[in-house]
T-cell receptor, first 115, second 117 residues
Framework: AQKVTQAQTEISVVEKEDVTLDCVYE???????LFWYKQPPSGELVFLIR????DEQNEISGRYSWNFQKSTSSFNFTITASQVVDSAVYFC????????????WGLGTSLAVNP | DSGVTQTPKHLITATGQRVTLRCSPR?????VYWYQQSLDQGLQFLIQ???????AKGNILERFSAQQFPDLHSELNLSSLELGDSALYFC????????????????FGPGTRLTVL
């Protein structure tokens, strides 16, 4: 069975702190895809990144970076120098390689960045 | 703005009633997905359509049904509504299901918040 675990339910930081959101996944597929989405207080789901299982390169996009490690089945997300606008719920999701393109979601981590 | 539109944004109705949620995918996207986000169960996949045909079903109740029309918009019908159906319903679209390409990410609409009283 496929599963995504985000053990951190809530995180609170002060602006400019770095913060890492953890994501651990389970799958028997050899090919799979991992995603991070952001849900700000307004409620929409915003795509942040997608990573293929055969590409373990870490990625950096501005203040955001992602660390994908197949050996530990983890796909962690780091925000550097956090800002108040980063306050949101962040979801990690998994998609298998079959014809079913459904996303399996973690329960999300609620990040509060305080001024 | 993801390019996926959903209407209505909010819906308040009573138990036992029937409602229809509408989704227009991004231009050119053939696949539509419906998800339910509730406080107790989080985000759950309901159903997927590709070019008018049902492709996958998740935890969708028998009281719920969906379809995708020739113009590719989709509707999710919820009937005999119960208090527990209150949730945020998201529609997402992606270009195709044939292969997962960099462009095959699911992009989400703003959601429809359903409140059943």
């Amino acid at each position: 069975a496929q599963k995504v675990t985000q053990a951190q339910t809530e995180i609170s930081v002060v602006e400019k702190e770095d913060v890492t959101l953890d994501c651990v996944y389970e799958t028997r597929d050899t090919t799979y895809y991992l995603f991070w989405y952001k849900q700000p207080p307004s409620g929409e789901l915003v795509f942040l990144i997608r990573r293929n299982s055969f590409d373990e390169q870490n990625e950096i996009s501005g203040r955001y970076s992602w660390n994908f490690q197949k050996s530990t089945s983890s796909f962690n997300f780091t925000i550097t120098a956090s800002q108040v606008v980063d306050s949101a719920v962040y979801f990690c999701a998994l998609m298998g390689a079959g014809n079913n393109r459904k996303l399996i979601w973690g329960l999300g981590t609620s990040l509060a960045v305080n001024p | 703005d993801s390019g996926v539109t959903q209407t209505p944004k909010h819906l308040i109705t009573a138990t036992g009633q029937r409602v229809t949620l509408r989704c227009s995918p991004r231009s050119g996207d053939l696949s539509v997905y419906w998800y339910q986000q509730s406080l107790d169960q989080g985000l759950q996949f309901l159903i997927q359509y590709y070019n008018g045909e049902e492709r996958a079903k998740g935890n969708i109740l028998e009281r719920f049904s969906a379809q995708q029309f020739p113009d590719l918009h989709s509707e999710l019908n919820l009937s005999s509504l119960e208090l527990g159906d209150s949730a945020l319903y998201f529609c997402a679209s992606s270009p195709s299901m044939v292969s997962v390409q960099p462009t095959d990410t699911q992009y989400f609409g703003p959601g429809t918040r359903l409140t059943v009283l």
